[in-house]
């Protein structure tokens, strides 16, 4: 039997799904995990599991290459999570198997290289002012700024921390602080970069690509779209997967710019996550991208409408398998949402939705110091069968 050897899955829920997809696929599932960390990985019961488990996993994965030579035989290496990015492809380098990218994995991790890589290459994105490091550096990127307002965003953090709309350099300077000061992810006890990136706001409905690559060809491309909290910040509230959610020239654009990011980081063997908005004169802009399976149930949505398992692709692109193994026969596609539930807020109605699935936790008072539809407010979701786009996005935005 082959074996796969997932990296730091940062939910309950992937962790579950990587497992399920491994054993359909007559593949033994392993994982590594970190032993400092803010996971509750000691009530996941990952005893089922063959499990290496090491200090911390940092890009380099230095110490768990190490404890590997004492592992077992391994045939494929996928990261659990945005974090553990940079160490699959660390680990697969090192073991002799597919990597998910040719060339150095921080560009689809650092989001200064990424804008860099992207430009090189034509990939439509908003403008970058540039990244600091200190608040002195912060001010020398702040005179360039010709119009506000402006996004600020940490070079390699995930899940939308920090991300902050800004109109004024008060605003900057004070949004940019915490990202100076958090230099640790509590999760794998990976080191951040403490960069602050300035790029210009690129306004538009917000939508994500799930993008199936293997041997570098495109051999699948799912849409689905992205609700927003309000401004300033980015809260993902909800998504939507399903057909004709782009079309025409726009669906064209987007697969256009796929294949040109996807060159810029020479990504070869991978599930890659691009997250891209589209102005209401019809342009697009790449916002970022990320090597690995989405989170946020976003790759439930894409198995309900489309009847492909992105995790059972990634682990049959890292074996160099049949990606026939990852798509349901007969699926008819339909749309499918998520919505989050937040702590103090009631929940819209979705008429005509059927819940397939709800986990949500006793409601309590939110947290401060935190946006109401941040993270760390979340207290469960839905996932929906719902009778049109339309009726969802009118639902979770009014």
Same mark, same amino acid.
């Given at each position: ?85 940079? &160490? %699959?492809? @660390?680990? #697969?380098?090192?073991?002799? !198997?597919?990597?998910?990218? +040719?060339?150095? =994995?921080? /560009? ?22 540039? &990244? %600091?490091? @200190?608040? #002195?550096?912060?001010?020398? !990127?702040?005179?360039?700024? +010709?119009?506000? =307002?402006? /996004? ?23 949004? %940019? ?222």
């Amino acid at each position: 039997m082959k074996s796969v050897l997932i990296i730091a899955p940062l939910t309950f829920d992937a962790c579950e799904r990587y497992a399920q997809a491994a054993a359909e696929l007559g593949v033994e599932a392993c994982f590594a995990i970190p032993g400092v960390s803010n996971i509750p990985y000691d009530t996941w019961q990952l005893d089922r599991y063959r499990t290496i488990c090491v200090e911390r996993i940092d890009n380099d994965a230095t110490a768990l290459i190490e404890a590997l030579a004492s592992f077992g035989h391994i045939d494929a290496v996928v990261a659990g999570g945005e974090f553990s990015v940079a &160490a %699959a492809d @660390s680990v #697969a380098r090192a073991l002799g !198997l597919r990597c998910s990218m +040719d060339g150095d =994995p921080s /560009v689809l991790r650092n989001k200064a290289r990424m804008r860099h890589a992207f430009a090189q290459h034509g990939v439509p994105q908003p403008r970058l002012y540039g &990244a %600091a490091s @200190s608040i #002195a550096e912060l001010r020398e !990127l702040i005179v360039d700024i +010709d119009r506000y =307002p402006v /996004v600020s965003k940490p070079a390699d953090m995930a899940g939308s921390w920090y991300v902050t709309l800004n109109h004024s350099a008060d605003e900057i300077e004070r949004n %940019a602080a915490a990202i100076f000061a958090d230099r640790v992810a509590l999760s794998t006890g990976m080191s951040f970069a403490g960069e602050c990136l300035l790029e210009a706001y690129f306004h538009g409905d917000e939508y994500s690509a799930e993008v199936v690559v293997q041997d570098a060809r495109i051999e699948h491309l799912f849409v689905t779209r992205k609700f927003l909290s309000p401004l300033p910040n980015f809260d993902e509230i909800g998504h939507l997967s399903g057909p004709a959610l782009l079309e025409g020239a726009l669906r064209a654009q987007v697969e256009d710019a796929a294949r040109r990011l996807l060159d810029a980081a020479r990504v070869r063997n991978s599930i890659v996550h691009i997250e891209f908005k589209v102005s209401p004169d019809g342009t697009m802009a790449v916002i970022e991208a990320g090597c690995r399976v989405a989170g946020d149930r976003i790759s439930t949505l894409v198995n309900l409408a489309f009847g492909v398992n992105l995790e059972k692709a990634m682990i049959t692109v890292k074996l160099g398998s049949d990606l026939a193994a990852a798509r349901a026969d007969g699926h008819r596609p339909s749309c499918y949402g998520v919505r989050f539930a937040f702590a103090g807020q009631p929940a819209a109605d979705v008429p005509g939705a059927r819940v397939l699935q709800k986990s949500i936790e006793p409601d309590h008072a939110p947290i401060d110091g935190f946006s109401r539809t941040h993270l760390v407010n979340r207290i469960g979701y839905e996932v929906l069968q719902v009778p049109s786009a339309e009726q969802f996005a009118v639902a979770l935005q009014g």
